[in-house]
C-alpha cells in the first residue's frame, strides 16, 4: 500500500481540479485520479469548445434553475459565486466575456485556455494528478478511505467523488461515481437524462421545425396525472421538442409520459378560437402566424 494521503479525488474534469487546487497546500496531500490519458476531456468540448462557464446575474437566480435541488446547492454557489469564479481567471490572465443574453465565455473562446488555468494551478499547489488511472473500487473503514486502481491501493483522510454523470462516456463520463456511492452505502437515485431534447412518438410536425415560441407554459402528465410544470422557449425539430424550456423541463421527463404546451396560458378554448378568428378576419387574405 502507499503512504497515506489526506485527500483523495476520483475525477479529473473541472469539477475535480477545481477541487483539487482548493483542496491542496498547508501540508495536506491531494492525489487526483483520471481514469482518461489526460484530464479535462469533456471541460474541452463544452460549448463546441469555447466553454460557456457560467451565467451573468445575482446568484441567487440560479437557484430556481436546479429544480428541487436548489436548496441543497445554496450554501454551495453562495460561498463560491459566479463572480467568484470570474474573478479567480481573471486574477490568473483568462478575462471573462458576458453575452446580451448572459451566457459567460473566456474572451479568448477557449475551453483550452480554462483548461490550462486549472492545470498550472494544480501544478503550482502540489497537486498530483495520476491519468490513466482507473480506479476499480472504494472502501471505507473507521480511519479513512481505500482507493484501488490496476497501479496502487492508497489511504485517504478525505475521499471526493467528481466523476460527474452518465452522459458522454467518450469522455469519461460513464456513471462510475454511482458505482462508488453505492459501495460506500450512500443513497443514489436512478440516473434519467436532463439538459436533453425531447422525441416525440408519431411526431407530426417535422415539417415546422425551425419555428420557436417565446416562454409557453410546459406540463409534464403522467398516468394522467400533472409531475411538473414549467416555463421557457420552446423549439420544433424533426424528431421533437427543443428549446431552452424543454432542456429545463427535460429533467423531470420520463418515457411514455405526456406533454401538453400551453400557448397562450390564461385564456380557454372559446377565447383561443375567438382570437384566431378575429386575427383571420382582421388579415384578409394573408397568412396567419
Known sequence: MNDAITIAIIGGGPAGLFCALQAAGEGKSVVLFEKKPAPGRKLLVAGSGQCNITHDGEIAGFLSHYGDHGAFLRPAL?????????????????????????????????????LAVLLAECAARGVDIRCDEAVQSVERDEDGFFVRTEKATVRATVLVLATGGASYPATGSTGDGYVF????????????PALTPVYVADYPFADLAGISFENPTLAVYRDGKLVARHTGDLLLTHTGLSGPGILDASRYILPGDEI???FLPGMKAEGVRKRVADGVAAGGVRQVK
Open 78 to 114: 453562495m460561498n463560491f459565486t459566479n463572480r467568484d469564479l470570474i474573478a479567480f481567471f481573471a486574477a490568473r490572465g483568462l478575462t471573462m466575456k458576458a453575452e446580451p443574453g448572459g451566457k459567460v465565455f473566456p474572451e479568448t473562446r477557449r475551453s483550452a485556455d480554462v
Open 260 to 262: 401538453r404546451v400551453t
Open 181 to 192: 456511492a453505492r459501495a460506500l452505502g450512500q443513497p443514489v437515485q436512478e440516473m434519467a
